[in-house]
T-cell receptor
Framework: GENVEQHPSTLSVQEGDSAVIKCTYSDSASNYFPWYKQELGKGPQLIIDIRSNVGEKKDQRIAVTLNKTAKHFSLHITETQPEDSAVYFCAAGYGSSNTGKLIFGQGTTLQVKP | EAQVTQNPRYLITVTGKKLTVTCSQNMNHEYMSWYRQDPGLGLRQIYYSMNVEVTDKGDVPEGYKVSRKEKRNFPLILESPSPNQTSLYFC????????????FGDGTRLSIL
């Protein structure tokens, strides 16, 4: 069935360093890949998304890359700050689907040490 | 302010006692969905709705019911809660289907004893 694997489950970096979170998906029909940030006591918030016709997308310190052939995509955070500490989820969905279904990864807890 | 509002935020109850978690969005979104979040499993979809009076099962619908009588509301009903439904629940809404960003509520933590 459809599956999204996310690694690592925990990641600790020093402030100012870069952080990379990787996801692989199983369904080659997936064509929409959002990333969510979840802070303690809050719901997930969309931080960036990418569609399958694009290989890379950047938004200030955040970038996402997509390799459709290998079926994996990654989140890159540069110049990390303590406020980047949170749980991050990747997801895979179907841009032309009428279900709106998203398959989520297991989550990565990012800790940025000051 | 655009938001998805869930109530209650926390609930401790006992097995078999029917409960309803409400979800309301003020963005006139057509699509709404319920997820449960469990450690190590990410978010799994329970039910979704593409519009008023249109609902369908997600990946883990057993033990849950939903209704969509109005566009803004999408309540989640547990007719006979069991301990394995202890979880953190999120409601989400989206302008439409087909790869649209989903906006999440702040969650409801349910404990079924």
């Amino acid at each position: 069935g459809e599956n999204v694997e996310q690694h690592p489950s925990t990641l600790s970096v020093q402030e100012g360093d870069s952080a990379v979170i990787k996801c692989t998906y199983s369904d080659s029909a997936s064509n929409y890949f959002p990333w969510y940030k979840q802070e303690l006591g809050k719901g997930p918030q969309l931080i960036i998304d990418i569609r399958s016709n694009v290989g890379e997308k950047k938004d200030q310190r955040i970038a996402v890359t997509l390799n459709k052939t290998a079926k994996h995509f990654s989140l890159h955070i540069t110049e990390t700050q303590p406020e980047d500490s949170a749980v991050y989820f990747c997801a895979a969905g179907y841009g032309s689907s009428n279900t709106g279904k998203l398959i989520f990864g297991q989550g990565t807890t990012l800790q940025v040490k000051p | 302010e655009a938001q998805v509002t869930q109530n209650p935020r926390y609930l401790i109850t006992v097995t078999g006692k029917k409960l309803t978690v409400t979800c309301s969005q003020n963005m006139n979104h057509e699509y709404m969905s319920w997820y449960r979040q469990d450690p190590g499993l990410g978010l799994r979809q329970i039910y979704y709705s593409m519009n008023v009076e249109v609902t369908d099962k997600g990946d883990v619908p057993e033990g849950y019911k939903v209704s969509r009588k109005e566009k803004r509301n999408f309540p989640l009903i547990l007719e006979s809660p069991s301990p394995n439904q202890t979880s953190l629940y999120f409601c989400a809404s989206s302008p439409g289907t087909g790869g649209q960003p989903q906006h999440f509520g702040d969650g409801t933590r349910l404990s079924i004893l």
